[in-house]
């Protein structure tokens, strides 16, 4: 097949790019290059220099003709999203908006989406399950809501099949070694812990050690991009074997503290790894953990690297080679 990977110049893009790769499609990259980084870009693919809001560079793209689409071009900061909601909303429901638009225009008709745990909001019951109330805490989790509204709507009046992928923490790099995906400016508590342990930042903020858990800090559900990737490949073969639109969650379904992550970032890198423990950060949930059996029974999905041993250590082994390699390089 021929894939075509909006925003697949990014951390999970690459991923998903190699995952399409490894099983034989042709993979399209139209990325931006605002947060992606071309040497993310892998060999063998067609590679697209584009922003989703160029709808001239849609059209010239989508032309290629396309057998799918995997949408994963999105502002993601959360906090952000809080202080400049106008920026995700144009980049994240407009940028949509004109990729639906190309879709129709170009019949390709199946639209994987990079959804997220952040649809829901504050939890009223654990684990979170698709049925779950969604009530967005942040503008970023209304944008992701939003697209997927709309979708459901373009298939209901156009017939544009797509699968919402709901991820929880998006984490680890990928298990063959291959260095993929690094990120610019990372954001999420696993990058920042490692930057911490490597020497690139004086210590790590933990926001929060009161919440009602096990030792007082933030729980998550950390799903290894592998697994996040082979997802993709799943709800693709899903759309072509069923032509019908399905909304799952991503997630291993067991949850790791921050406090956690930092004793087992300690062992595994044998750095010090400074924390410092601050004021809980605005909008935090105590606790998010998936239910992701929808997954499992719909894509016969499951996950299989997101234990946090393998998360950090594939993590690690990417930052140190990073390292070195700046060290050669300086
Ligand atoms: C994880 C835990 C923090 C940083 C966000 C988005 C979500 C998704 C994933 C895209 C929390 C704590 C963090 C730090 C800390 N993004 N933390 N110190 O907030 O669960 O989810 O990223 O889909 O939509 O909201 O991820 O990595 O920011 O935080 O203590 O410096 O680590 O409080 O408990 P989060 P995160």
């Known amino acids: 097949m021929r894939v075509l990977l909006v925003g697949g110049a990014g951390y999970i893009g690459t991923h998903v790019a190699l995952a399409f790769q490894d099983r034989g499609d042709t993979v399209g990259i139209l990325d931006n290059l605002s947060t992606g980084l071309k040497s993310n870009v892998l060999d063998g693919s067609e590679f697209y220099e584009g922003d989703i809001m160029d709808t001239q560079c849609l059209d010239r793209v989508f032309a290629k003709g396309w057998d799918a689409v995997v949408h994963l071009a999105a502002f993601k900061a959360a906090g952000e999203s809080m202080l400049k909601p106008e920026i995700y909303a144009t980049n994240n429901i407009t940028g949509s ?4 638009n190309a ?21 009223v019951y654990l684990p979170l399950d698709e049925a779950h109330p969604k009530h967005p805490t942040n ?8 697209i997927e509204q709309n979708l459901e709507w373009f298939d209901r009046l156009k017939g544009l099949k797509f699968v919402a992928l709901r991820y929880f923490n998006a984490a680890g790099y990928d ?55 082979d997802a993709h490949v799943s709800a693709t073969d899903y759309l072509v074997a069923k032509n ?76 140190l080679a990073d390292r070195k390699k700046s060290v050669i390089t300086s």
């Open 97 to 100: 908006l004109n990729l639906i």
């Open 103 to 123: 879709c129709l225009k170009h019949n390709v008709m199946r639209f994987i989406l990079s959804s997220s745990a952040a649809v829901y909001g504050e939890p």
């Open 139 to 146: 503008y970023y989790g209304y944008t992701k809501l939003a």
């Open 175 to 229: 298990v063959s070694g291959k260095m993929l995906g690094l990120e610019k400016k990372p954001a999420n508590l696993i990058p920042l812990v490692m930057e911490t342990a490597i020497g690139k930042r004086p210590n790590l903020l933990v926001f929060g050690n009161d919440y009602p858990t096990s030792d007082g800090t933030g729980v998550r559900d950390y799903v290894h991009v592998t697994d996040l990737a």
């Open 244 to 319: 019908t639109s399905l909304t799952v969650n991503l997630g291993s379904g067991s949850g790791v503290s921050v406090q956690e992550i930092i004793d087992k970032s300690r062992e595994i890198t044998g750095r010090d790894i400074p924390a410092q423990y601050v004021d809980r950060r605005p909008g935090d949930p105590a606790k998010l953990v998936a239910s992701s059996s929808l997954a499992e029974k719909e894509l016969g999905w499951k996950a299989r690297y997101s234990d946090i041993e393998t998360i950090l250590r594939t993590t690690w082994e990417v930052y």
